[in-house]
């Protein structure tokens, strides 16, 4: 039981308005719905002093939890050791490559010295220098590399840097002559004038004579708010592809406001791309133009050559006029076509589409394709020929997650491996090479402290309120047993066709070894893991079939003594918090030991107001849409919370400049479930994080700390003992 002491009906207090939204419904006409927490969505010295007295009592309530500091410390040790991406030979023949030595603030891009690849054996300091260090921006860490592209001379380095978590980046370009680094004069040094800024889901695409970048930018919204410690929340409206230098504005469409864009170059230097999207939904337009230097601008002559929102369209190389594309027209599972723009757009399909989903393709060594295959949330890897033929199986022996980089002119390509009890390691393909010897892995990862063999995972599949076959990873430590005993942290996600693949977390190891608890995924639909009918499958007026089928996963981890009654811990993030919040609100009382809800889609009748809300209509329907309404109104966190049974403990996060799920779903989710359940016997709770935003560039000691209250809380709810595993130092 928990052994940290809570009183009931002790909130802060927050002010209920009388306001009212009307909204339209295709069943009952005009509806007025009640939104009392409304000023919420404002930053204003109110809503300051209620978020701050929230994140008080929360913090301390916290701090009382005996879990919270040893957690923290045994994260810190578990999390220090070398995190590294795979190299990539850029056109200035320098190997680059992203690497953490452990507890850094943030992920620093090194380089090689020379053209030869490194020697990974002998450590980042012997085999290579640092080229850019974020952590040499901001004291505090919060600066972070969001993007990045070289030109392709090699002589210039274009970056987006993104402050405290924003979707928001500000480009900037220096020679890579400039290293930054935390001995030089950081950032300044090296770089030239120009700052291009309010760039946001931007790609950053070089021309061929490396002398501009097309990239996409919003309109200036300084005047919107000139607070550091607030954020923009307005919609994310009138994207514009812009040419720099000069800021030569090339396309935007003033009909269309929220519409978003991003380009391309073909490796020929003869096309320019330009996709268009509407949405999140796997669709979008492709037009494409022979590029000119000289006619650079609004006038440009485009070949609309997807102009319908029919499907979604991949550019993977040309040879001439044939372009070689993967899409789900006709093909859920994916398909590889080419399409000849100089013959009227012909349309050919190339390889059909297969039984596994085709997550991703890449062109390598000029004539190849690298196809990765996810065949039962487990990736394959395969090389075909520009013909269609399949040509190789690569690391058959390998069951997890992969990930793969190349280029079309190098006859070598990488793919980056990791599942649940396999930390990452690099491995390297190489054509060039004798067919024995073409195979090989380059780099692995060396962890501290953890022992990945004394962990197993299984993938077992059970059955959904509809009588759907879901699959579901288990992860335990080896000496956990099967009995119905044990705890369960379950993580989810469920949407808009993302996948959740077999994952390393040193963090959840830890948990499970420290508690002899297990871990839990299920591939819930409304994701992607089996193309886009399983997208579909919970998404707009089937996303209860998302709920249903995590609720359902609970339930089997039960009944098959996997987990204890009332011991199962769920979780999720951004859509995965709406997971988690209408499935406490949806499953009988007692399901669920324990909820933790990151950054949540919580109010379902206003997402799309905010920032890119927008673009998610496509999954979960537009609320001014009468039709729509009668499928949002029944399922929104927000607007459904129960008062005839107790809901577990409940943890709400947020982040003070979370500019993609705006932190009002939150506090208004918080304000409301404490209003309606003030004497519900467990605690439901908010944490809002400082200089942090959605998710991406939280340094590595927000990520740790974070996760202690997280998983601490869980703990405490579950009255958790601390199992201190042999090789765990005691606290």
């Known amino acids: 039981m928990p052994t940290t002491s809570w009183t009931p009906n002790a909130y802060p207090p927050a002010r209920r308005s009388d306001h009212v939204d009307i909204y339209k419904s295709a069943s009952r006409g005009e509806v007025h719905v009640a939104d ?119 002589k210039y380095f ?172 006709c093909a859920p599972q994916y398909k590889v076509i080419t399409i000849d723009v100089a013959k009227g757009n012909e349309v050919k399909d190339l390889i059909p589409e297969s039984e596994a989903f085709l997550s991703d393709i890449m062109s390598v060594n000029r004539d190849f394709f690298v196809l990765t295959y996810k065949r039962n949330v487990q990736d394959e890897i395969n090389i ?75 993938q077992v599949w059970y059955e959904s309120k509809d009588g759907t076959k879901v699959p579901m990873f288990i992860v335990r430590h080896k000496s956990t047993k099967f009995d119905g005993t044990a705890p369960a942290l379950q993580y989810g996600y469920g949407g808009f066709a993302l996948c959740i693949n077999p994952f390393f977390s040193p963090t959840f190891l830890t948990f499970l070894q420290t508690y002899g608890c297990i871990l839990a995924v299920p591939s819930i639909r409304g994701g992607g893991e089996f193309g886009e009918d399983w997208h579909q499958g919970g998404c707009r007026e089937t996303k209860v079939n998302c709920f249903d089928d995590f609720i359902a996963a609970t339930e089997y981890l039960v009944k098959n003594k996997y987990a204890a009654p009332g011991k199962v811990a769920i979780n999720g993030g951004s859509n995965g918090g709406l997971l988690v919040a209408a499935c406490v609100n949806r499953a009988p009382e007692g399901t669920f030991g324990v909820a933790v809800a990151d950054v949540g889609v919580l109010d379902l009748l206003k997402f799309h107001k905010f920032t890119i809300g927008g673009a998610w209509t496509s999954d979960y329907g537009n609320p001014d849409d009468p039709i729509d309404f009668d499928f949002i109104y029944p399922i929104s966190p927000l607007h459904n919370i129960p008062t005839d049974k107790v809901l577990p403990p409940m943890l709400l996060l947020t982040a ?67 199992k201190n595993p042999a090789g765990q130092a005691k606290i």
């Open 158 to 329: 274009a970056y987006g840097i993104s402050v405290s978590g924003s979707d928001f980046v500000t480009l900037y370009i220096r020679s890579t002559d400039s290293p930054v680094t935390k001995n030089e004069d950081g950032h300044n040094r090296g770089r030239l004038p120009e700052e291009l800024k309010f760039v946001k889901f931007s790609s950053i695409t070089w021309t061929p004579d490396s002398k501009g970048i097309f990239y996409q930018r919003y309109p200036d919204n300084s005047t919107v708010t000139n607070d550091t410690s607030t954020i923009a929340t307005q919609g994310d409206v009138d994207a514009m592809v812009y040419y720099h230098p000069d800021d030569i504005l090339v396309y935007q469409d003033k009909t269309n406001p929220s519409w978003m864009f991003s380009t391309e170059i073909t490796d020929d230097g003869k096309y320019l791309i330009l996709y268009l999207v509407k949405d999140s939904s796997r669709q979008n337009l492709l037009w494409v133009a022979d590029f000119d230097a000289n006619n650079i601008g609004p006038n440009i002559k485009w070949n609309k050559v997807i102009d319908e929102f029919v499907g979604e369209y991949d550019v993977l190389t040309n040879k001439g006029s044939v372009f070689y594309l993967r899409t789900n027209l």
């Open 384 to 458: 075909f020929s520009h013909t269609g033929a399949q040509v190789a199986r690569v690391a058959e022996d390998f069951v997890g997650a992969a990930l793969t980089s190349g280029r079309e002119k190098q006859s070598w390509f990488f793919v980056t491996m990791n599942g649940f009890t396999d930390p990452c390691s690099v491995g390297r393909y190489d054509f060039a090479a004798p067919q024995e010897h073409r195979w090989s892995i380059i780099r692995t990862t060396k962890l501290n402290g953890l022992d990945p063999d004394d962990f197993e995972a299984q």
């Open 656 to 722: 003070d400049h979370d500019d993609r799920v705006v932190p009002a779903h939150t506090f208004k989710m918080a304000a409301a479930l404490q209003h309606a359940l003030p004497h519900n016997p467990n605690p439901i709770l908010m944490r809002v994080d400082k200089k942090a935003g959605h998710g991406a560039g939280k340094s590595t000691q927000q990520r740790i700390m974070e996760s202690a209250d997280k998983w601490g809380f869980v703990a405490e709810s579950l009255g958790l003992e601390w």
């Open 36 to 154: 009392p927490y409304q000023w919420l969505e404002e930053y204003t010295d109110e809503t300051e002093k209620w978020t701050s007295a929230q994140q008080a009592f929360t913090r301390k309530h916290l701090d009382k939890n005996s879990h919270c500091p040893r957690l923290e410390k045994v994260f810190q040790a578990a999390n220090d050791f070398a995190k590294f991406t795979a190299p990539y030979l850029h056109t200035d023949n320098r190997w680059y490559w992203l690497n953490n030595s452990g507890l850094e603030p943030q992920t620093a891009l090194y380089r090689s010295r020379d053209s030869t690849l490194p020697d990974f054996s002998k450590g980042n300091d012997l085999v290579g220098e640092i080229f850019f260090d974020p952590n040499a921006l901001s004291k505090d860490g919060t600066s972070a590399l969001a993007s990045y592209k070289f030109s392709e001379c090699g």
